[in-house]
C-alpha cells in the first residue's frame, strides 16, 4: 500500500489512468453510453457537422461518428485486452515451466520459442491471416500465436534468476513440491516482470490491429473499429480531414495513456528507480 501514492502524485499518471479507465468502461457499458445505433445509416445526414443530437458528426453513410467510436472500442481496446490476456497466460506458463525445470523442457520450449521469433511479427502475423483468412477472429489468433514465444522468453529469463535464490533452494531441501515452490516463491516475485511487459506490449497490439483494419484486414464493414473508421475516411481525407479527426485522436490519446501508464508502472515496481523518481 505504500508504493501506491506514487499514482496519485504524478499528474500525468493519474490523468492516464482515468483515460484508460473512461476508455473500457465506456466499451464495456457502449450499448448505453452510445447515443445511436453505430450502424444506422441516414443518408439524409451525410458529412453533417456536429449539432446536439450527433456530438461529432456523421459519416459518408450518415451513421452516428460518435456511437461508432464508442462502439470501436470493443475490438480495437477490449479484444486486443482478451488476446493479450491469452497471449501472457500461455507465456507465462511456459515460461515459468523451462526457467525452473530446465533440462529437456527448457530445451524444447526455448527452440520453439526460437523458430517463432525468428521471423518478423508483422510478416508471422500477415502469414496466420493469409492461412485462416481476413477478420478479427483471426487476427486476434495471430496475436496469440505470434507473441507468446516473445513472454516466455522474457519471463523464463527472470525465472531463472529467482529459481537459484536461496529461499527456493531451501524450500527443495525442505521436500517443498515444485508446484507449491512455482505458485509461493517464483510466481509472486515474476509478476511485476509480467506486468511491465503485458502494459507495454498492449499499445503496440491496438495499433497493429488498427493498422490492419485501415488495410481491410482486420474489422470488416459495416462494423466499427477506429482503424477501419480511418480507412473508411480515407477517400475524403482532403474534402472532409475531420472524419478522421476522432479516431486518430482516439487512438493517439489511448496509446499515449498505455504508454505513460507503463513507464509508471515499471517505476513503481522497480525500487532504483522509484527513488530516482522520488
Not at 445509416?41 to 452516428?64: I, K, Q
Not at 480495437?76 to 515460461?95: E, K, N, P
Not at 500465436?145 to 534468476?161: E, L, N
Request: aromatic share 10%.
Amino acid at each position: 500500500m505504500k508504493r501506491l501514492p506514487y499514482l496519485g502524485k504524478n499528474k500525468v499518471t493519474a490523468i492516464s489512468l482515468a483515460i484508460v479507465a473512461g476508455t473500457l468502461a465506456a466499451g464495456i457499458f457502449a450499448p448505453w453510453v452510445a447515443p445511436h445505433d453505430p450502424l444506422e445509416v441516414h443518408m439524409l445526414l451525410r458529412f453533417a457537422g456536429p449539432s446536439s443530437e450527433y456530438w461529432l458528426g456523421n459519416d459518408h453513410l450518415g451513421r452516428c461518428m460518435l456511437s461508432r467510436l464508442i462502439y470501436g472500442i470493443r475490438p480495437s481496446i477490449l479484444w486486443v485486452l482478451a488476446a493479450l490476456a491469452m497471449s501472457v497466460g500461455i507465456g507465462a506458463m511456459l515460461g515459468l515451466a523451462a526457467g525452473y525445470f530446465k533440462g529437456i523442457a527448457d530445451a524444447v520450449i526455448m527452440r520453439a520459442c526460437d523458430v517463432m521469433l525468428s521471423f518478423p511479427g508483422y510478416v508471422m502475423t500477415l502469414a496466420v491471416i493469409g492461412i485462416l483468412g481476413v477478420g478479427l477472429e483471426n487476427i486476434l489468433i495471430a496475436f496469440v500465436i505470434t507473441k507468446w514465444a516473445w513472454f516466455a522468453r522474457v519471463i523464463r529469463t527472470s525465472v531463472i534468476h529467482y529459481a537459484e535464490s536461496e529461499y527456493v533452494k531451501f524450500a527443495k531441501m525442505l521436500g517443498v513440491g515444485s508446484f507449491l515452490i512455482i505458485k509461493r516463491h517464483i510466481v509472486p516475485v515474476s509478476l511485476k516482470d509480467i506486468a511491465v511487459l503485458s502494459s507495454s506490449s498492449f499499445s503496440s497490439m491496438i495499433l497493429q490491429l488498427s493498422g490492419f483494419s485501415f488495410l481491410g484486414l482486420g474489422i470488416q464493414a459495416p462494423q466499427a473499429e477506429w482503424g477501419m473508421m480511418l480507412n473508411e475516411a480515407r477517400e475524403v481525407m482532403f474534402s472532409r480531414p475531420e472524419m478522421m479527426l476522432a479516431p486518430g485522436l482516439a487512438m493517439i490519446a489511448v496509446v499515449s495513456a498505455l504508454n505513460f501508464l507503463s513507464d509508471s508502472l515499471q517505476i513503481l515496481l522497480d525500487p532504483k528507480l522509484r527513488k530516482e523518481a522520488a
